[in-house]
């Protein structure tokens, strides 16, 4: 099974195989030419500012598109998922008593912008994930009447477990409670439900082939119609206040009405070469490439003997694939002196398969884990 893509497409050094886009993917070499229109816009006139107002809002078209979300005054920029899940945890109506459902391993950027509610008396309920498989019942008895939200990761950063979201949203609906979702791990390699959550959040520098500094916050407003926004800021306002009472205004109609500053203009012309680049090759396409390779990879892995994390059934994973390992990053070590790139922390490998990664690739790395662990 050859790459999707040609490996030319991307910055990357001769030799190395990079199955580490969980952690970061290399860059599109058209991002070159992409800086270059950038620098060409930045304080150069009006003309230099309706292209970057265009590029802007065609981002955020091509951003709900990603979620199938209904257009692009869905979608508001943050400069990190911590970012936009803080934003959502302060917007979320609580009293003292009610609750949010949280995986008890989750990546920090889910977990730690809710905690601050437990000073107003909400209790932060951590689901038990104990056999690293879907636990649909576990959320299932964790949620009750007082859950507000239920806030997860479309697939897991540690164990590339890829949830079942029709489930969890039928749960948290039942409740009446939002259902938060960060798609970091499957945005750009398989389809985002997002008319099933009610907010769906995303890194972008990881398998969408964007950089760091600007994130995507989706609104499902058909679920959620209105959020108030607790945190605020000069882009609050759908119009320049009336300076005579510059405390009453009327605030934005859209996501924009989640964004308190500018965001990362570079961040959002790298963004729109990305998401063009994946939307030319189709999502669902990507989807059934990076999910045969991880397929491959993961029953290698087992048939090495190793503690498999993620799920073997494809319903149930995506690119990533993890194992346990008592010393991940001394492994991880071992491996990209043989220039292979994976990601060893949190006890765990874990390897991702993407656009440039072929079958060639996936044995490779099979061979070389099978040495540096023998």
């Known amino acids: 099974m ?18 580490a886009p969980g952690g970061e993917s290399p860059s599109l070499r058209t991002h070159r030419a992409v800086l270059e229109r950038y620098f060409a816009s930045k304080g150069t006139g009006p003309a230099g500012q309706r292209t970057r107002e265009e590029v802007t809002q065609s981002v955020r078209g091509l951003a709900a598109e990603l979620f199938g979300l209904p257009g692009a005054e869905t979608i508001a920029f943050v400069p990190s998922v911590s970012d936009g899940m803080n934003a959502l945890s302060h917007a979320l109506p609580v009293r003292a008593g009610d609750n949010v459902v949280i995986e ?14 437990e000073r107003q008396g909400v209790e932060v309920r951590l689901v038990r994930q104990r056999d690293w498989e879907p636990a649909e019942g576990a959320f299932r008895a964790a949620i009750d009447a007082r859950t507000r939200a239920v806030a997860c990761s479309q697939v897991s950063f540690l164990t590339g477990l890829h949830h079942n979201l029709e489930a969890l949203a039928e749960l948290a609906r039942a409740r009446g409670a939002w259902l938060v979702v960060d798609a970091t791990h499957a945005a750009g ?20 082939l964007g950089w760091h500094g600007v994130a995507l916050l989706g609104w499902n407003r058909e679920r959620v119609p209105e959020i108030e926004p607790a945190l605020l800021g000069w882009k609050t306002p759908e119009a320049v206040p009336d300076r005579e009472q510059p405390k009453t205004y009327v605030r934005s109609s859209d996501a924009t009405r989640l964004e308190i500053g500018n965001p990362s203009y570079v961040g959002i012309f790298v963004l729109e070469n990305a998401l ?6 189709g999502i ?4 059934e490439h990076d999910r045969a390779l991880s397929g491959r990879l993961n029953r290698a892995l087992r048939e090495l003997g190793l503690d498999v994390a993620t799920p073997l059934d494809a319903n149930y994973r995506a690119g990533n694939t993890c194992f346990w390992h008592a010393e991940p990053q001394a492994l991880a ?10 990601n060893g922390s949190d006890g765990r490998i874990r390897m991702g398969t993407h656009l440039w990664c072929g079958e060639a690739d996936v044995e490779a790395a099979v061979v070389a884990v099978d040495r540096a662990i023998g």
């Open 2 to 19: 050859a790459s999707l893509v040609a490996r030319s497409d991307f910055e990357l050094p001769d030799g190395l195989i990079h199955l």
């Open 189 to 208: 390699a398989v389809p985002v439900p997002g008319p099933l959550c009610d907010f769906v959040l995303s890194a972008c520098y990881k398998w969408l």
């Open 284 to 287: 669902e396409r990507i989807a």
């Open 104 to 117: 008890d391993r989750e990546f920090g950027a889910v977990l730690y912008p809710w905690l601050h509610l």
């Open 276 to 281: 063009r680049y994946l939307q030319a090759i």
């Open 333 to 342: 070590t071992k491996l990209a002196a043989e220039s292979i790139w994976v």
